[in-house]
């Protein structure tokens, strides 16, 4: 069993920035893809980015295009999301998440493995 624990979250202003991680362990872990989804209150899980988890082909949701930038360590089985000039309607929950079929990682219905979530805050 494969597990995924987000820390990095936290209470920012707008305009600023937070570094998200998720370290994943337990056996083998060798996904297709790897990649962070959102939700907000009353609002339904939202895609945000994810990468191959080989050949670092990356994709974005487009309300966090150019502000938000994934990157792993194959070695430290580490998952990252580097979110710059953030917005009140940043403000989530961020889920990590690994899949192991090979489809375009942009699906949570496709998603195998989810941690517990790590809160994001922005203030105006």
């Known amino acids: 069993q494969v597990q995924l624990v987000e820390s990095g979250g936290g209470l920012v202003q707008a305009g600023g920035s937070l570094r998200l991680s998720c370290a994943a362990s337990?056996?083998?872990?060798?996904?297709?893809?790897v990649g962070w989804f959102r939700q907000a209150p009353g609002k339904e899980r939202e895609f945000v980015a994810s990468?191959?988890?080989?050949?670092?082909?990356?994709y974005y949701g487009d309300s966090v295009k150019g502000r938000f930038s994934i990157s792993r360590n194959r070695v430290a089985n580490t998952l990252y999301l580097q979110m710059n000039s953030l917005k009140p309607e940043d403000t989530a929950l961020y889920y990590c998440?690994?899949?192991?079929?090979?489809?375009?990682?942009?699906?949570?219905?496709?998603?195998?493995?989810w941690g517990q979530g790590t809160q994001v805050t922005i203030s105006s």
């Open positions: 337990g056996r083998t872990f060798s996904p297709y893809a």
């Open positions: 998440a690994a899949q192991t079929v090979v489809a375009v990682p942009a699906d949570p219905k496709r998603v195998d493995y």
């Open positions: 990468i191959m988890w080989n050949e670092g082909t990356t």
